[in-house]
């Protein structure tokens, strides 16, 4: 039997696009684990897709990056990156293998063939996604077939995760949310310069613009709500076959509506600390961030009625059912003149659940084999 090692770990972590950048959840979550395991003494690499702007690191807080080229297609990113990566990393010498999402994860099968100790975190079942067309599907349907058979360990982000690979695969797996920081609110500067926001006089849809994430619901409901709140759709595209463009089209054609693009800094913190209601209408979910971040900062929330988001919630905010958009307008309507539970309480309950310290922890103690019962 293989001894435990007890002192600093050796980890690659492969899946996502690259850190730091934020494009996602699942370059948030590396971000924070790799970031916090660093300053813990572990040695931690982290293989960057190439692309993006900006310059090519090759370490960030004490973390080493290793840049693998790709192509920027969407049909063949994930396969070639994760290969390349997977390949490269053999000759590292690392104690364990952290791969991240379904589709680079079909690449863990190498590590395994040579007897290495390899982790998979499912950060949501992504083949349900309106983007995946058919054979994108398949292969994403290939790495978690992967992930169940010869993962060494497997952490999910939700309940509904859980139940779904026990079900279909008789698989165990660790439930290990994601987690938030402390929020820094910012009072109303730089978006009140750039778009004439207020402090409370505005709606918050703040995430990735692709079909799951619902936005077309919202802008549904909007329509039909008798306000002069503002929308403030903040958000960049993620290889969505022109749906980003036909909903920001239609968006635009409201001088209520706000579009600000992809944010960042001190914008994204100025956007979360004054905004009404923040609104979270997703059809799909793994863990959301974005919903995480606005509890924190106390925001009244309002999200579709999906296990992985009411999960988050607790018994604060409000709910409407999945895909309704009269009744996201009639719980908009109802949220804007009696606001949802949050503030103080809210925060202290995000805060003591969801602690990027624990799911460190968590997570370290997964990688040694400790697993927590």
Known sequence: MERKKTGPLKIAMIGHKRVPGGEGGVEVVVEELAVRMAAQGHQVTLYNRAGGQGPRLREYKGCRIITVPTLNKKS???LIYSFLAAVRSLFGGY????????????????????????????????????KWGGLGTRYLQLGERVIARYADEVIVLSRGVQEYFWET???????????VNLPQPLPPRLIREEYGL??????????????EKGLHYLLDAFEKLDTDCKLVIAGGDS???GYCEQVLARAARDERVVLTGFVQGEKKQELFSNCGLYVLPSDIEGMPISLLEAMSYGAPCL???????TQVLGSYGARFRKGDPEDLRRALAQALTQPPPAGREQQ???????????????????YRGNKQE
């Not at 008789?170 to 290990?176: D, N």
């Not at 918050?204 to 079909?211: C, D, M, S």
């Open 76 to 78: 063949l990113d994930a």
């Open 95 to 130: 104690d364990l293998w952290h791969f991240h999402a379904l589709g680079p994860s079909v690449m863990l099968l190498l590590p395994h063939l040579l007897g290495k100790r390899t982790v998979a975190t499912v950060h949501g079942l992504d083949w349900q996604r309106a």
């Open 169 to 179: 695969y008789g698989r165990k797996t660790t439930l290990i949310p994601n987690g």
């Open 198 to 211: 207020e402090k409370g006089r505005y709606i918050l849809f703040l995430a990735r613009i692709v079909p």
């Open 239 to 241: 290889h969505s076959g």
């Open 303 to 309: 999200v579709s009625d999906i296990e992985e988001n």
């Open 348 to 366: 202290e309950y995000i805060q003591r659940e969801y602690s990027w310290d624990r799911v460190v922890e968590e997570t370290l103690a997964l």
